[in-house]
């Protein structure tokens, strides 16, 4: 069964940066929308970012500018490089298809901006 399984995330300070990865076990990545998500305490899950399988990107307003998509094909990887954090991006962090489908909802990968 394809697996997504994050990582990457960590406590950071407010203006600092982080990289997450998402390691595909298949080859979902190269082959269809993904994005990242995330959901922070007591709120719903949202999307962040979504990269297309002809590599252009979509942003959700509160990130554009700071975050940034990637993947690379060859690694079966999906990246989320987030700058200029903000103590709001405080969440866990999943990667899954655009639109999300069930069966690929991992553990995610907490990260947490605070002094």
């Known amino acids: 069964q394809v697996q997504l399984v994050e990582s990457g995330g960590g406590p950071v300070q407010p203006g600092g940066s982080l990289t997450l990865s998402c390691a595909d076990s298949?080859?979902?990545?190269?082959?269809?929308?993904v994005g990242w998500y995330r959901q922070a305490p007591g709120k719903q899950r949202e999307w962040v970012a979504i990269?297309?399988?002809?590599?252009?990107?979509s942003y959700t307003d509160s990130v554009k500018g700071r975050f940034t998509i990637s993947r690379d094909n060859a690694k079966n990887t999906l990246f989320l490089h987030m700058n200029s954090l903000k103590p709001e991006d405080t969440a866990v962090y999943y990667c899954?298809?655009?639109?999300?489908?069930?069966?690929?909802w991992g553990q995610g990968t907490q990260v947490t901006v605070s002094t």
């Open positions: 899954n298809t655009r639109p999300a489908l069930l069966k690929y």
């Open positions: 298949g080859t979902i990545i190269s082959s269809v929308p």
């Open positions: 990269i297309y399988t002809e590599g252009s990107t």
